[in-house]
């Protein structure tokens, strides 16, 4: 729970401090980039982690994890510009690569299906601590303070993290030699990175149908051909490929795409739209925010009195339909900006999500043994964390195509312009969130072992 902290808590407070952040080191049009870059760097690290947790045990790598956040923390508080945030925020994203999927893979080995709900649930509750927590110190910081705070304050909770894993969690591990997947995981980010990079920066640096664009999706599709190839004969693949073999294992997955797709839209474009069309404080906006994520851990706590009478499936369907009736409330009155209708549809929605994720990411654990559920858990976040990635970079070009449209300017944007924007945004969730549910209705049904 310390350690999903230090993922929640960073979420939380940038999220409400983009504004600060853009008034101090200028670029609006490049802010997606906080977001993307760090759920980039964070997607493609995660199969590693993963795969090393299988051979070394959880503990190494979520030290490892640890660490890094902290050095990120700290170079990101130093700052000068905005090109140099976003390079140190691929450090803190490297280190939630391994924090985040390894609290969740050591909560899976410690308990059984029937108690990982509540366990869970515990681990969701954080992100509600810290969806309160979070803008609160956000909101404090960018108005009476600095924004470089936002980083600064992870120092503290690292160490503390780091203490309390050495001092208190304990493993057995059977010890054999290794080889790590250098070259598939060089394909892996180096497809990702130019993918994104073309789909965030087309229509902006660059036309959709220029040459520049279709260079890179050609690169990036090439390359991520070239990774797939690699993984066939590698002898410890990053990502096996028998992981998307399994039915159960690649609808989970692309639910949890989809589940990232949808979170990063919410928290990446609610509080600007809020400050931005009604000038709402940063503070006020991150609460409205934070109703998403105290509905997802109080659904997520309760998810396991559903799943163990009704199946994985119809859990996972059931939650499928909040999201969608809580995006369709967001985008049908995005033109008519009100605190309280985003608050409320928030928290719809992440009552939705906690019914999705949970299920959906316990199904796929219990369908393993101890030495393929690093793998299995961090497909799952590896698959969410792409879904945010690519998310915030579709999301990012359609805001800024219509932003611009709407007569927006970088120096200073319009409410008009923001609300425009959002709108689009908005719309574009409840696309994700449909398709979302396309993947809960293709999961297989499958048993639930009380003991697994």
Known sequence: ?????LVAIDATILATAVPSIVEDLGGFAAFPWLFSVYLLAQAVSVPVYAKLSDIVGRKPIILIGVGLFLLGSLLCGLAWSMPALIAFRAVQGLGAGAVQPMSITIAGDIYTVAERAKTQGYLASVWAISSVVGPTLGGVFSEYLTWRWIFFVNIPLCIIAGWMLVRSFHEKIERRDHKVDYLGATLLTASLTLLILGVLEGGQAWAWN???????????????VAFVLAERRAAEPVLPLWVF????????????????????????YVPTYLEG?????????????????????IAATFSGRFYLRIGFRNTALVGMVFVIVGAAILAATASMPSIII??????VMGLGMGLVATPSLIAAQSSVEWNERGVATGTNMFARSVGSAIGVAIFGAIANSIFLAAGGSSSAPDAAAVTSASVAVFVAVGVAAVLTLLAAVAMPKTPVVKAA
């Open 245 to 268: 073999a399994r039915p159960l294992l690649l609808t989970t997955s692309l639910i949890a795409f989809g589940t990232g797709a949808v979170l990063i839209g919410l928290t990446s």
């Open 1 to 5: 729970m310390l350690s999903t902290g």
């Open 210 to 224: 220029s040459p520049q664009s279709l260079i890179i999706f050609a690169a990036g599709a090439t390359l991520l």
């Open 342 to 347: 985003v608050a409320v549809s928030c928290f």
């Open 277 to 297: 069309a009604t000038g709402a404080s940063p503070l006020l906006s991150g609460l409205a925010l934070a109703a998403l994520t105290i509905g997802w851990p």
